[in-house]
């Protein structure tokens, strides 16, 4: 035997359709009828007669109200919508640049061209100083690092979060700069 949360209802079909409906009366609404309360049955022979399906939209509605259309072709549509909605989310991608407590001006440039072409795609960047061994002594050189990087990249980018020490490491987020239009 089959377990659902729901009576009637199966787990493949999230609404009740036609003889699953199983209250006295409905609230009918559609194209080309005449909405309103109607016993169950009346509105079962009126979706039949325009060989169409009897759809529960709003079972918790007093009383539930059903819509008369191809069932088929709404959860098709719905599926379309949701795809849409859901492509239409951005994903936010963090790219990370990792930096020494005592980076050459050299390998920062270096660094820094990489952060500015991330921003410039509209990623986020994640700066970060790493501290070996005893080099935590120069967690300054890690935040003056870190700042540098910040003022370097405002016109791509803005910090989002000011270097902050976690253990090893102190890290700073640069979130790009909104699109211009």
């Known amino acids: ?3 659902t949360n729901t009576p009637g209802r199966d787990d493949k079909n999230p609404h009740r359709i036609n003889r699953e409906i ?3 009366e409905v609230r009918l609404v559609g194209e080309n009828i005449e909405g309103g309360v109607y016993p169950t ?3 079962l022979e009126i979706a039949e007669e ?6 529960e939209i709003s079972p918790n509605a007093t009383p539930p109200v059903c819509k008369v259309i191809d069932y088929k072709k709404f959860l098709y549509e719905q599926k379309k919508r949701d795809k849409e909605m859901k492509a239409k989310a951005t994903k936010v991608v963090i790219k ?3 930096f020494g407590p005592q980076t050459d001006d050299h390998d920062y440039e270096f660094k820094k061209k990489h952060g500015e072409k991330f921003l410039k795609e ?3 960047v994640k700066a970060y100083v ?3 061994g005893r080099s935590i002594i120069y967690k300054d050189q890690g935040e003056i690092l870190l700042l540098r990087l910040a003022t370097d990249l405002e016109d791509y980018g803005k910090v989002e979060q000011m270097p902050k020490l976690e253990g090893k490491r ?3 987020f640069l979130a790009p700069l909104p699109k211009k239009k």
Not at 50 to 55: H, I
Request: charged share 40%.
């Open 1 to 3: 035997m089959k377990k």
């Open 50 to 55: 325009l060989e169409l399906d009897l759809v």
């Open 122 to 124: 509209g990623s986020k």
């Open 130 to 132: 790493f501290f070996k």
């Open 170 to 172: 102190m890290t700073m």
């Open 41 to 43: 049955r009346k509105a």
């Open 22 to 24: 199983r209250v006295p």
């Open 96 to 98: 990370e640049i990792r």
